[in-house]
């Protein structure tokens, strides 16, 4: 069974730029999770999707960050004009809610903004 | 504030030792997850514990819950150079799948 697939897996970017990280989930899981971890830190939760809908996401920074799953499977986090502060790694997770399965985690897309 | 939290920020110890991480949280929960995270990696699942137990095991790994101090204990027995890595305790809150992770202790298992 393939695992948690993200792209890219870094990105360097000047502040003001844009930039869009993917995930694909593993097939059949429901629930998706976008977190932030700055350097040494832990994980921080974004947002998270049930299938298509956005479940929680009174963490993500409206006005410079975006997401969407628009048909429950892969789903893409946008930053819209990116600050320093913005460095971090960007992790995404699945996980079959049916159970209160196991949560699989990507390898994360590495963000620098110089 | 953080809803969960490791009591410590590093440990360090020798191959073969045992030791314990602990967890405090702050928010009810269906289950408590420990994750370990290795550098480059993303954080991998060790075990988790739903909020009726009271203790789970996973070869030498063993996991308490005591939900009336909302706390929680990994333990790594024999352990391994291996095992380095960052530990996390992360809550599964009631209801909801939303699981938060705490800030994580760095254990180095020396030779």
């Known amino acids: 069974e393939a695992g948690v697939t993200q792209s890219p897996r870094y990105a360097v970017l000047q502040e003001g730029q844009a930039v869009s990280f993917w995930c694909d989930p593993i097939s059949g899981h429901d629930t998706l999770y976008w977190y932030q971890q700055p350097r040494d830190q832990g994980p921080q939760l974004l947002v998270y999707f049930r299938d298509e809908a956005v479940i929680d996401n009174s963490q993500l920074p409206s006005d410079r960050f975006s997401a969407v799953r628009p048909k429950g499977t892969n789903s893409t986090l946008k930053i819209q004009s990116a600050k320093q502060g913005d460095t971090a790694t960007y992790l995404c997770?699945?996980?079959?809610?049916?159970?209160?399965?196991?949560?699989?985690f990507g390898p994360g897309t590495r963000l620098l903004v110089l | 504030s953080q809803l969960a939290e490791e009591n410590s920020w590093a440990l360090s110890v020798h191959e073969g030792e045992s030791v314990t991480v602990n967890c405090s949280y702050k928010t009810s929960i269906t289950a408590l997850q420990w994750y370990r995270q290795k550098s480059g990696k993303g954080p991998a699942q060790l075990i988790l514990?739903?909020?009726?137990?009271r203790e789970k095991r996973n070869g030498r790994l063993r996991a308490t819950l005591d939900t009336s101090s909302q706390s929680s204990s990994l333990s790594i027995t024999a352990t391994r150079c291996e095992d380095t890595a960052v530990y996390f305790c992360a809550t599964d809150a009631s209801n909801t799948n939303k699981v938060v992770f705490g800030t994580g202790t760095r254990l180095q298992v020396l030779p």
């Open positions: 514990i739903r909020s009726n137990e």
């Open positions: 997770a699945s996980r079959s809610t049916g159970n209160q399965d196991t949560q699989y």
